[in-house]
């Protein structure tokens, strides 16, 4: 992990995500999600608000006017600043309370589309590698798939692969470890991309014919082995390891999309890609990821306010 | 039944073969930990998966398949000996019968 210099010891701004992690989440453990949400959203909403936060508004701002060309009006783009907000402030909520959720109350409130593209690429029994990005309804999904017998393997970093320079020593040393922590509780069933192991735990339940989860959208390491490509009007680097295992092990590629949170949600499941199968590892690397990259570029096009890596 | 030897050479083959490391047989050979020597990464890993089922024409059983089962050319050769020997038992339990 590269090291930067917090340029603080602690920040004002970190006394409200402290409050969160500490009592809020100790007080979440007795109360009804319901009455949890209550107490935290205008809490959090506030929090969005402060003047401290404004550099981060404004960022959202303009990541959103580069998503679309500049093509919004400044109302609109202020408009989809504010869903985005609130999008990301129900999926911080909503690590502290999924774990309370009943199976029953995660049917009530979800949808699935396009399972049956999953089951016909199951039928195969090679596994199937879902693919897609950082959504607001990642892990409310993947908790509710698991409840209904679609056990996902989710592939993720011990930590963030960058630390922003404006974090102050606190926030990295103490708060974005205990989210960190906070969001594997919720997921349960992954395998850090660090380990070891982490090649064989994947093939291993690929030849179960299980499901493995890569959001392609994850920074993207220098050590690992990636691509630069064109998206959303810049250059992003993208690993490219999960399309070696697909090379490997013949599983197919589906994309996946979850946006929303415990409150409402929906996964989609797309039509499995059909990958240019050449003989040549880094030949078939390069002709299938910009499939892969478009595909999510199309994701966040539709759903920009839901994408969670502005 | 194939002596460790003899599975140990293989593997060596299916290594340099397969993973197109820019190494010597010796150098396996002698090696501690294949990962931390040669920079075997995860996807190295699959590929010597697969490249040792084909060469030895045998499915690895997820019990065997483990990090500590790759720690080096000992390592793997006693783990395929093992699968191997209960391979065979297998055969000569269905052919008594």
């Known amino acids: ?310 | 039944m194939s002596n460790i030897e003899t599975i140990k050479k293989r593997i060596l083959q299916v290594i340099i073969r397969d993973l197109e490391l820019n190494v010597n047989e010796d150098s396996i050979q002698v090696a501690g930990r294949l990962d931390e020597l040669f920079g075997m990464d995860s996807i190295a890993i699959i590929e010597l998966v697969i490249g040792i089922e084909k060469e030895f024409e045998i499915k690895i059983p997820p019990e065997h398949l483990t990090i500590e089962m790759f720690q080096n050319l000992g390592t793997i050769a006693e783990h395929m000996h093992t699968i191997m020997r209960s391979k065979e038992n297998k055969v000569a339990i269905e052919q008594d019968q």
């Open chain 1, 1 to 310: 992990m590269p090291f930067i210099a917090s340029r603080n010891i602690i920040a004002l701004r970190d006394l409200l995500p402290f409050l969160y992690l500490f009592p809020f989440r100790k007080l979440a453990t007795i109360l009804p999600p319901q009455v949890t949400r209550l107490i935290i959203i205008p809490l959090i909403y506030v929090y969005g608000l402060l003047p401290i936060n404004q550099k981060g508004r404004k960022s959202i701002s303009e990541m959103i006017d580069l998503i679309f060309s500049h093509t919004k009006t400044r109302k609109d783009v202020k408009k989809l600043s504010r869903q985005y907000l609130r999008n990301s402030i129900y999926t911080i909520i909503d690590d502290i309370i999924l774990n309370k959720l009943s199976k029953k109350d995660l049917a009530k409130v979800g949808v699935i589309n396009g399972l049956e593209n999953l089951e016909k690429a199951l039928l195969d029994r090679k596994g199937v590698i879902l693919v897609g990005g950082h959504f607001s309804g990642d892990r409310v999904s993947k908790l509710f798939l698991r409840e209904i017998g679609f056990p996902i393997l989710c592939v993720r970093a011990k930590s963030p692969a960058h630390f922003s320079p404006s974090m102050s020593a606190v926030e990295k040393k103490y708060l974005v470890p205990v989210r960190i922590d906070i969001m594997n509780n919720v997921l349960k069933d992954y395998v850090f991309v660090e380990d070891k192991g982490f090649g064989i735990e994947v093939l291993k339940r690929l030849r179960k014919n299980g499901l493995v989860s890569i959001l392609m959208d994850a920074k993207a390491r220098a050590t690992m082995q990636g691509i630069d490509c064109s998206f959303l009007g810049s250059q992003r680097f993208f690993a490219t390891n999960y399309l070696h295992l697909a090379h490997l092990t013949g599983a197919a590629v589906i994309p996946m999309l979850c946006i929303g949170n415990s409150s409402s949600f929906t996964v989609t499941f797309g039509e499995n890609i059909e990958l240019q199968h050449l003989p040549d590892k880094e030949e078939f690397i390069s002709a299938n990821l910009d499939t892969l990259v478009r595909m999510l570029e199309f994701q966040v096009l539709q759903y920009p306010t839901h994408w969670l890596m502005m």
